[in-house]
T-cell receptor, first 111, second 114 residues
């Protein structure tokens, strides 16, 4: 089955700095790569996603890049703010609603 | 538009008991998925239902089962509870269009097994 590795597991940045989280996957048939943000006591919320026919996607301060050849994709958050503090999960899908998630990255933004 | 609603939010059971968790998807969403979240294993896929049919099942024992009703509401059941079943159980719904991918998660049902 699919295997998703996510790094780092924890990340602390100063407010205003950038944060980068990376994920690798194993199944070359995977074609959907979402990122979820989970705040304490809440369910994961989709923040951005990318599909295999696109290399990069941006949404304001958030961007995702995909390298299908190397089987890795990354989340970039610029100008971080304290409200960005949360656990971020990458996930991988292959044509169904069954996603394989990474183990998560706890991001702390220090004011 | 109301989000995904899960009940109960918290529950405590003892080993050997069974539990039923409920999920009401976003109106118009016909696909419902269930995930188990634990600190050690992270988010793991349990099963997915579409129009009352189970389309995919994760690698969990037969003690974990689910169903979906004609109104798209879903329930999952865990029988003969074990300590390791303590987890946050998350339900997610998706729109009719296949392969759009976006899952909308509820806030989960936190199960503690004593």
């Amino acid at each position: 089955g699919e295997n998703v590795e996510q790094h780092p597991s924890t990340l602390s940045v100063q407010e205003g700095d950038s944060a980068v989280i990376k994920c690798t996957y194993s199944d070359s048939a995977s074609n959907y790569f979402p990122w979820y943000k989970q705040e304490l006591g809440k369910g994961p919320q989709l923040i951005i996603d990318i599909r295999s026919n696109v290399g990069e996607k941006k949404d304001q301060r958030i961007a995702v890049t995909l390298n299908k050849t190397a089987k890795h994709f990354s989340l970039h958050i610029t100008e971080t703010q304290p409200e960005d503090s949360a656990v971020y999960f990458c996930a991988v899908g292959a044509g169904s609603y069954q996603l394989t998630f990474g183990k998560g990255t706890k991001l702390s933004v220090i004011p | 538009k109301a989000g995904v609603t899960q009940t109960p939010r918290y529950l405590i059971k003892t080993r050997g008991q069974q539990v039923t968790l409920s999920c009401s998807p976003i109106s118009g969403h016909r696909s419902v998925s269930w995930y188990q979240q634990t600190p050690g294993q992270g988010l793991q896929f349990l099963f997915e239902y579409f129009s009352e049919t189970q389309r995919n099942k994760g690698n969990f024992p037969g003690r974990f089962s689910g169903r979906q009703f004609s109104n798209s509401r879903s329930e999952m059941n865990v029988s003969t509870l074990e300590l390791g079943d303590s987890a946050l159980y998350l339900c997610a719904s998706s729109s009719l269009t296949p392969n759009t991918g976006e899952l909308f998660f509820g806030e989960g049902s936190r199960l503690t097994v004593l």
